[in-house]
C-alpha cells in the first residue's frame, strides 16, 4: 500500500484546513486508518482514527475541531480541521493497517497556524 497526503500548509489561528490521504496498491485490505502528528523532538502521536465501519477516536486535544472521514470507493481518508491553534503546528502523518497487521505510512504534511 502506498499513501499519499497533501493539504497541509500556512494558516493562521482560527483557521482551516483539510488534509487527504490518498492509498494505492492492496488496498482491498485495509483495515484501519489513522492521522498522526509529529513535533521536532517528540514522538509521533495519534490525532484521530477510523475504522471500516467508521467508528472513530479523537485525541483530547482536537476533539471538536477536527473531524475525521473515509471513502472507501476512493480509498481516501480526510482529516478537516477547524479552529486551528498554533499547538496543532506539526507533521501530520497518515497510517494504514491492513487484515495481516501490515503498517503503512505517508511521507508527512506539513501544518503551520501562526499566531
Given at each position: ?43 509521533r502521536q495519534l490525532v484521530a482514527d477510523i475504522n471500516t465501519v467508521g467508528n472513530t477516536y479523537y485525541a483530547d486535544s482536537v476533539k471538536g475541531r477536527f ?49
Open positions: 500500500v502506498q499513501l499519499v497526503e497533501s493539504g497541509g500548509g500556512l494558516v493562521q489561528a482560527g483557521g482551516s484546513l483539510r488534509l487527504s490521504c490518498a492509498a494505492s496498491g492492496n488496498t482491498f485490505n485495509i483495515n484501519g486508518m489513522g492521522w498522526y502528528r509529529q513535533t521536532p523532538g517528540k514522538q473531524t475525521i472521514s473515509r471513502d472507501n470507493d476512493k480509498d481516501t481518508m480526510y482529516l478537516q480541521m477547524n479552529s486551528l491553534k498554533p499547538e496543532d503546528t506539526a507533521v501530520y502523518y497518515c497510517k494504514v493497517v491492513d487484515a495481516a497487521g501490515h503498517v503503512y505510512w505517508g511521507q508527512g504534511t506539513q501544518v503551520t497556524v501562526s499566531s
